[in-house]
C-alpha cells in the first residue's frame, strides 16, 4: 500500500473507532514518512488519554515540527504543556496551532483560561473575544455552554469598560470645546470598538452606488432648502388637519403585497391602515385631487430636489402611524437617495431609528437619513403619529451621477417591464 492508502485506512479505522487497526496502519505510516504528523498527533493522543504525558508530549512535539503542517498538533501539544504546568510553553503552541487555524474558537479559549489563570485579564478578554467570535451558532445555543459564554462575555465586558475610561481620559481633552456633531463619527467609531454599539452598514436591496458613505442621519443644517421647508410647517400641517378630517378616505395601506408575494416582516401591518399614506405623489405620478387639496404643501417641495426618475419618482405622501404600532426593521432599496421626514403630528411615545442611533421626531425639525441602513419606527403613544416623506437625491452625487442613475432606472423597466419587481426607487 502506498503512504496515501495507509492515511486513508488509518483515518477510516480511527472514526470508526477502531484504534488498533488505525495504530498498525499509523505504524506503517511512520516507516514511510517518520515525521509525518498525523500518525505522531494520533500516537500523541493515544498517550494522552492513557496520561502517558511525557510520551504524549513527544509524539505531540514530533507532530508539531513535522509534514503536513497540523493545527491540532500544535494545540495538543498546548494542551500537555499546560497539563504539566509550562503555561507559557503551552501559550506559545497555542498561539501557533491558532497561525494555521485562525478559527479553531476551542484554541481561544484554552489560551484564555490561561491568561486568566495567570492574572493577565487583558490578555484573557481578548482571547475570550476571539472564542466569541469565532464559535459557531450551534454551540451559542447549546445550553451546557452557557455558563462558560457568560463568563467570556463578563471578562470582555469588564475590560471593555477598563479600555473605555483609559482611552475616553486621552479622548476627551482633545473634544473640549468642540460641539457633538464635530466630534460624532469618532464618538460613533470608538462606542463600535469598545463593543458599546454596532456597525450598521448601508445595504440597499436594489440598486447600490459603491464609495458613498453610511451615514444613518444627515444634518439638517447642511441643507440650503431645508429652512424655508421647516418654515412652511404650520401650513403644512393645517392641510394635514383638513385632509385628516374630511378626506381621510384619501390613506391608504402602506403595505399592500401582492397575491404571489410574501409580506414577511411585514405581515402585520399587510393591507391595513394601522401605517397609511396618503400620496401626493407615487410611482413617479402627481395625484391630481390630493395635491389639489395641498397647495401649500407642494408650494413648500418645489424648491426641494426630489429624485425625478418616471414611473419611479418622486413619491411623497403623509404617513401616518396609528398608536402602538410598529414598523419592523428593513432597508431601504437604494441609496441615491436619502429619505426626508417633515414631523407633524408627533405624540409621546414616538421613536424613529436608523442604525443604532434612536431619534424622536420634533415638530417641523427635519429628518433626513439613508433609508438602506436598517432603520424602524415605533408608535408607542396613544394618538396618532403622522410626518411628510420625501426622497432628495444623496448629496454626494454629482449630476452626471444622477443623470445615470435616471438612465439605468428607466433601461431597466424598459427592459423588463414597469410592472417587474425591481423595488421602489
Known amino acids: 500500500m502506498s503512504l496515501d492508502q495507509f492515511l486513508q485506512e488509518a483515518d477510516r479505522a480511527a472514526r470508526q473507532g477502531q484504534f488498533a487497526v488505525a495504530a498498525r496502519h499509523y505504524e506503517s505510516v511512520l516507516k514511510i514518512a517518520p515525521q509525518h504528523s498525523h500518525a505522531h498527533n494520533f500516537f500523541g493522543q493515544v498517550a494522552f488519554q492513557r496520561q502517558a504525558l511525557d510520551e504524549a508530549r513527544q509524539h505531540f512535539e514530533r507532530a508539531s515540527k513535522g509534514q503536513p503542517a497540523f493545527a491540532l498538533a500544535h ?5 500537555v504543556l499546560k497539563q504539566q504546568g509550562f503555561w507559557r510553553d503551552a501559550l506559545k503552541s497555542l498561539d501557533a496551532a491558532i497561525k494555521l487555524e485562525p478559527n479553531a474558537y476551542a484554541v481561544h479559549f484554552e489560551r484564555a483560561e490561561i491568561y486568566e489563570f495567570l492574572g493577565e485579564p487583558r490578555n484573557a478578554a481578548l482571547s475570550y473575544n476571539q472564542a466569541l467570535m469565532t464559535m459557531p451558532d450551534s454551540l451559542n445555543r447549546l445550553s451546557e455552554m452557557q455558563p462558560r ?14 479600555l473605555a475610561a483609559f482611552m475616553l481620559a486621552r479622548v476627551n481633552p482633545l473634544k473640549a470645546g468642540h460641539s457633538a456633531r464635530s466630534t460624532r463619527r469618532m464618538d460613533e467609531t470608538l ?10 452598514p448601508s445595504r440597499p436591496l436594489m440598486f447600490h452606488i459603491t464609495r458613498l458613505p453610511s451615514i444613518p442621519f444627515f444634518d439638517r ?20 388637519h383638513t385632509l385628516l378630517n374630511h378626506d381621510a378616505s384619501g390613506f391608504e395601506p402602506y403595505v399592500q403585497t401582492g397575491e404571489a408575494e410574501s409580506p414577511g416582516q411585514f405581515a402585520a401591518l399587510d393591507r391595513n391602515l394601522d401605517w397609511g399614506a396618503y400620496f401626493l405623489w407615487k410611482h413617479g405620478k402627481k395625484i391630481e385631487a390630493h395635491c ?21 419618482a418622486p413619491a411623497v405622501m403623509f404617513s ?14 437604494t441609496n441615491a437617495r436619502l429619505t426626508c421626514h417633515l414631523p407633524l403630528i408627533i405624540p409621546p411615545g414616538c421613536e424613529f431609528r436608523v442604525g443604532a442611533e434612536v431619534r424622536e421626531w420634533r415638530l417641523g425639525e427635519l429628518f433626513m437619513f439613508d433609508d438602506t441602513i436598517e432603520h424602524e419606527a415605533f408608535n408607542r403613544g396613544d394618538q396618532l403619529r403622522v410626518v411628510l416623506i420625501f426622497d432628495v437625491w444623496h448629496p454626494h452625487l454629482t449630476q452626471l451621477e444622477r443623470e ?8 431597466m423597466m424598459d427592459h423588463y417591464g414597469t410592472d417587474a419587481p425591481l423595488g421602489e426607487l
Open 75 to 79: 494545540a495538543n501539544l498546548g494542551r
Open 149 to 162: 459564554l457568560q463568563h467570556a462575555r463578563n471578562m470582555v465586558m469588564a475590560d471593555r469598560r477598563e
Open 191 to 200: 462606542a463600535i470598538t469598545l463593543g458599546q454599539t454596532r456597525y450598521y
Open 221 to 240: 443644517e447642511d441643507f440650503d432648502w431645508a429652512p424655508a421647508l421647516e418654515a412652511a410647517t404650520p401650513l403644512v400641517l393645517a392641510e394635514l
Open 292 to 312: 389639489e387639496r395641498c397647495p401649500n404643501t407642494i408650494a413648500a417641495l418645489e424648491q426641494v430636489p426630489q429624485i425625478s426618475i418616471r414611473d419611479r
Open 320 to 333: 401616518a402611524l396609528k398608536p402602538k404600532t410598529h414598523i419592523p426593521p428593513h432597508n431601504g432599496a
Open 404 to 411: 445615470i442613475v435616471q438612465a439605468t432606472q428607466v433601461a
